[in-house]
C-alpha cells in the first residue's frame, strides 16, 4: 500500500479527474452509466476561459474572503494536506478536493491563473445584469469553473486594508423580498400573543383520534402503573428542542408522579440530565405544600450520564445494575437493581431519529421482554412511526405540542374526577372499552399474562349500565375517522340488567367472506363459518350488511342475509367463540392462518394497551397543578405560521417560475 | 517514512485488527448458550466468550467519558491562546466559563443558569433555522427550474396544508397522511437499511485495514 504522499501522481490523479469529469458532463443522466461507444465522434468543444478577452481595467472592492493564515490557525484544507497516512485513492471526493485546495492555496493565487482575477474583478463585466457569467455567455460547467476560481483568487488581495474583517455587503433590492417574508412571518406568529382576536384553527382533540392507536396505549399504559412500579426514563433531547418537547416531558413526568410511581431518569445526554431536574423543580414550584415536594432520591431518581452515545446504551443494556447505582452527581444512589428488565416501563423523548434508532438498536435487541413508549419531536417522528409500525415492543410514537396538548387533556379530564370536590357520580363505573382491545400479537409480549387475555374479550364489553354507552369510551373521538366505507348506524344501548351483546351468528352452512367494506367489491379480510358469532357494531344504511368486531380489534362488515342477528350475554358470546373455534374442520387451520397472514401484511402491528382501570393516580393535585401558560397561542401561532409558510413558498416559488419563463421567452425572441 | 515509523504503522493496525475481531467474536459469540448445545458448562463458557467484549467496549466507554474533560480543557487552552492575541470573544467565553462555575459552586448546585440562559439561546438559534428553511423553501423553483423541484415544492405545501388543524382542510389532511406513512415511511425504512449496510461496510473497512482513522 502507498504511504508515501507523491505529489506527481496526485497532480496526474486530479488531471485524470478533471478529464473523466469533463467527459462524464458531456454524457449527462444516465448515459453517464452506459459504456461509450467506440469511434463515437466527439462534441465540438466549448470556448475556454482562457480565451476569454484580456481586460486590463481596474479591480473593484470585493467580499473579502480571509486567507487562513490570518487567523494564525491551519485551516482544515491544510490540515488535511499535512496528512500523508491514508493513500490518496481512499479518500472520498470531499475529502479529496478539500486536499485539492489546500494544494492550490500553497501557491501564489495569480502565478498559475494570471489575468483571471482581472477579467473577473473588472467593472465592465461586474456592472452587466448577472455580473460575469451572464457577460461572458459561460456554459455551465464553466460558470462552476469561473465561481471556483473566484473562491480561489479572491484571498490575498481582499485582506489589504481590511485587517482581516469581513466586509458587510451593500444592501441590495433583491433582498427585499426575502426580508418581507421573514417579517410577515414574525409578524403573523407574535400576533395570537398580543390578541385573542387572532385564533386560527382548531385546537387538538381531547382524545387522541382512533387511527392513531399508539398514543393512546401509551396513555393507558401510563396510567396502569402503580406506587409499586419504577418507570425509566430516558431524556435524550437537549435545550434546542427544549420549547416542542419539554411539555411532553412535564407531563409525563406528572403522570408517572400522579400514579405514586418512580421515574429513573437518564440519558446519554449530560445537559439534558439536568435538564430533566430543572422540569422536575417547576413541577415542585407548581405545588402548594412543602410536603407535597418531590425529592430526589425518593419520589425520582437522577442517574448518571451515559457516555459514548450507543455504547453507552448498551452499558445500561447490559449493565443496568451498575449504571443504577450512580445518580447524576455521582452519589450512591442506593437502588438494587439487577437487570433493565425489572423496569415496568420505558419511556423515551427523543428529539433525534438517531437517539431512537439507538435506544430500539441497543436496548431492546437485547433478550427480555422489553417495551419501549417512544415521545418523538417532528424531525424523529417518521423514523419512529416506521419502527412502531412494525415491531409491537415500540409504543407510540406521541410527537410534538399537538400531541402533548391533547395528553394533557386526557390528563386533566381523567384526574380531574379524583379532586375532592369534584361531582361524584356513584353509577359512573371504570371506563371500558367497547372494542376488543387485546392486540393480535400480544403472545409476544411477556408481561401480558395469558391471564388477561383470556379475560379481556369479556372485560371488553359493553357495560349494561345506562351511564357508559359506547360512545363515552375514551376511544371515542369527535371526528369520524377517514374511511372511505360508510359508518354504521348507532347501536342502540343494552337495555337489559343482564350483560348482553348484540350478536350475528352465521347461519350459512358454507363458509362466507368477511369483508373490508360493505360491498361485495371489498377485500375479503376472513372467513367465517356456521356457528360463529361476532360482536354486532351496526349495520349500514339499508341494513344489508352488519358492521362487526373481529378479534383482535378489526372492524370488517358481513352480509345480513349469511348470518342471523341475536343478543347474547358475555359468557355466551365468549362460550361460542371458543367451541366454534373448538369445532373448526380441519382445513379452517389453513384459512385462519391465512387470515392472520393478512391482518399482519395489511395493518400495521402497532400495540394495543389495556385501557385503564381507574380513572387516575393517586395524587392528583400533581396534574392540576399545571400552570397551561401560553399553550393555546403557541398552538395558534404554529398554525398562523404554517399559513404564512405557505404564502410565502407559493408566492416565491410563482415569481421565480413567472421570471424563469420570461427569460426563457426573451431569450428564443433574441 | 523511516523503518521505525513503518513498523509502528504496522503494529497499530494490527492491534486495531487483534481488537475489532475479538469483540465482533465475542459479541457474535457471548452469552449464546444455544451456540453450544444442552451441554454442562455451556453457559459458563458462552458467559466467558462474552467477557472480552463487555471489557472492551466498557473501556471505551470510559475513554469517550475522559475525552469529554480533555475537550474542556483543550477549549479553555485554545481560547486562553486567543485572548493572549486580543480576541474579545475569547474573553466572553472564559468569563462564561468562570461565572457558570462560581455559580453552580457557590449556589450550591443551582443549575437554573441553563433555563435561563442556554435553553433561550438554543431555542432562539431552532427558530431562525425556520426562517432560513421558508427562505429556501420560497426559492426552489429559482434554484432548480424542473419538474423535481416543481414536485417538491407541490408535495412541501401539501404537508403543510394537511397539517393546518382546519376542518376545510380534511381532504388534503388525508394526503398528507397517506404522505407521511407510505413515502415518508418507506424513506424512514430505507435510511435504517442504508445505515446498517453502511455500518457493516465501515466495521469492515476497519477489520481491513483500509480505514484507518484510529490513527488521527
Redesign the interface.
Known sequence: MD??FNWLKYSESIEASAQEEEAQSSRRGLRRFLPRLPGRPSLPSRPSLARLPRLRLPSLPRLSRRPASTS?QPSAAELLGGQQ??PLD?LDDRLRALRGRSVVTTQPANQALYDVDDILTSPELQSKPGGVISAAALSKAQQQQVEMLRDIVGGPEQSQGTGGRRELPAFSLSAV??LL??AL??LVVCLPFVSSDYAE????PAEFHE?RPGPTAFYNLLDNISGDDTILVAFEY??????ELDLLAELLLRHIFAQRARPLIVSSN??AI??A??IIRGINRSLAGADAQLLHGEDYFLLR?L???A??L??LS??FADVVRISA?GLPTGLEFEALDEMTEIVLIAES?EAV?NWVEQVLSAPGGRRLLVTTGYAAQ??A??YA?SMTSIVGPVTGI?DAFTYGEKLAKNFGALLPNAPIDPEAGPEVLPVNVVSDSQAELPRATEAQIEVAPATALPQPTATAPPTASPFMTATPP?TETPLPTDTPAPTATEATIRAVEVISEQSVNIRRGPTTVDEILGLGYQGDIFEVLGTNGDGSWYNILLPGGVRAWIAAFLVEERVVTASEFAGGQASASADAPPERAVLQLDFSLRLSKNRPRFYQAQPPTSGGGDRPELILSRDRGLEVPR?QAM?L???A??L??????TI??A??LMRRRNSQGS | MGRGQRYGIALSAFVAFAVGVVTALSLLLGDNPALFGEQPGSAQLAGLLALPADVLLRLATIVVALSIVIGIANLLTVHVGRLARGKAYSAVMLASFGFTVFWYVARQGDTSLLEAVQVPIESALAALLCLSLLHGGSRVLGKRADIWGLLFVAVVVLVLLGSLPLAELAPVQAWRDWLMRVPVGAGARALLLGIALGTVVTGVRALLGQDRSFRG
Open positions: 504511504e508515501e494564525g497516512e491514508r481512499d423580498p426575502r417574508g421573514r412571518l414574525v384553527g382548531e385546537l387538538p387511527d437537549g435545550p434546542t428542542a427544549a420549547g449530560p445537559i439536568v435538564h431536574q430543572n450520564y457516555p459514548g452515545g455504547l453507552g448498551r452499558e447490559q449493565n452527581k431519529a434508532r417518521p423514523l412511526q416506521a409500525d399537538r377517514p398552538l398554525t405560521g404554517t399559513l409558510a405557505i410565502v413558498i407559493v408566492f416565491g416559488n421565480y417560475a421570471r424563469g
